[in-house]
């Protein structure tokens, strides 16, 4: 139960009809009924029943929707409270990718802030489910998500039910990432099939809502290979690709500083499923701050520093 399940309900009572809420809350009536249904198993009661007035309460959902109105204007009550309470305060936060050219739009912004005033920053790199989850439940605002453009169909629809907008940033292809030592590295364009003899190094909590019966479950990569080391932060990816010469990894395109910094070089290699998209979200109704208007600046002035780069 969430919020956002509250929200559902008490929508449904005060237009008596499933259609009609479903309709109001921008999502479809299906997926609608399925969240009510789940409220009310998590609950181990029903909240509406039909009638020929339409959809009614029951003794208990009655009771319940009261509870539920008490509980949104009380959290309704404590965001107005840290609203001035961080009056003056720097505030950002955004949930993202593991994507360097995304990481340094972040670290550009907070270079920037006011060292001689408060700031509370909050970032967080993750999975494209993990980050819809936290600006639904909070307490991000802001995110990123990465998906490949095969599934860009299911991910629209994910979040137009989750009632949060949408913006794309950047379509672009994976590259292969790795050592200048690796085997492949002085390659043009690095064979497929060559690549596959060598150890992958993946991010292992990847997933696709609705594809995937458990938002647990990863999801096939551009690669498939029987040698694999499975990462879940950024920075180890790098450490393990220049300290082991025969590891690979397919990454978004990486601002030159990186590869200079690790040692590495990044090269085009033709797969299926290897084009992705990178996408702004946030709720529908949320306005931006400055901040956040700062860091979606900075966020397209980093995503064209390596658009336009050369990858040899």
Not at 57 to 63: D, V
Not at 217 to 225: D, G, N, Q, Y
Not at 303 to 311: G, H, L, P, S
Request: with cysteine.
């Amino acid at each position: 139960m969430n919020t956002l399940h509250l929200k559902y309900a008490i929508e449904v009572e005060r237009t008596s009809s499933i259609s009609q809420a479903a309709e109001n809350l921008f999502m479809g009536q299906p997926s609608l009924s399925k969240a009510i249904k789940e409220l009310e198993d998590t609950l181990g009661f029903t909240i509406f029943e039909r009638t020929s007035k339409g959809v009614t309460p029951t003794r208990k959902g009655i009771k319940f929707l009261s509870y539920a109105r008490n509980v949104l204007h009380q959290i309704e009550q404590m965001e107005a409270l840290s609203d001035s309470l961080d009056a003056g305060m720097q505030t950002f936060n955004i949930s993202i990718p593991r994507g360097s050219y995304i990481a340094d739009a972040v670290t550009s912004l907070v270079s920037e802030l006011d060292r001689n005033e408060g700031m509370n920053v909050n970032v967080q790199e993750t999975n494209s489910v993990q980050v819809v989850n936290n600006i639904i439940d909070g307490p991000f605002n802001l995110g990123v998500i990465r998906f490949q453009t095969e599934y860009e169909n299911y991910f629209k629809d994910y979040l137009t039910e989750k009632q949060l907008k949408f913006e794309t940033v950047w379509e672009f292809e994976y590259l292969v990432l790795m050592s200048e030592k690796h085997p492949l590295a002085n390659a043009g364009k690095v064979d497929y099939q060559e690549l596959r003899k060598y150890t992958e190094i993946t991010h292992g909590d990847t997933a696709i809502p609705y594809i995937m019966p458990n938002s647990s479950a990863s999801v096939e990569l551009p690669s498939k290979t029987s040698k694999s080391i499975y990462v879940y932060e950024r920075c180890s990816q790098y450490d393990l690709l220049s300290s082991i010469p025969t590891t690979y990894m397919w990454v978004s395109p990486i601002p030159e500083k990186w590869l200079q910094r690790y040692q590495l070089v990044q090269r085009k290699c033709k797969t299926l499923g290897n084009i992705y998209k990178d996408v702004l979200i946030y709720p529908k109704d949320y306005k931006f701050t400055e901040l956040d208007r700062r860091f979606v600046n900075k966020l397209f002035e980093a995503k064209n520093d390596v658009t336009f780069c050369e990858y040899r």
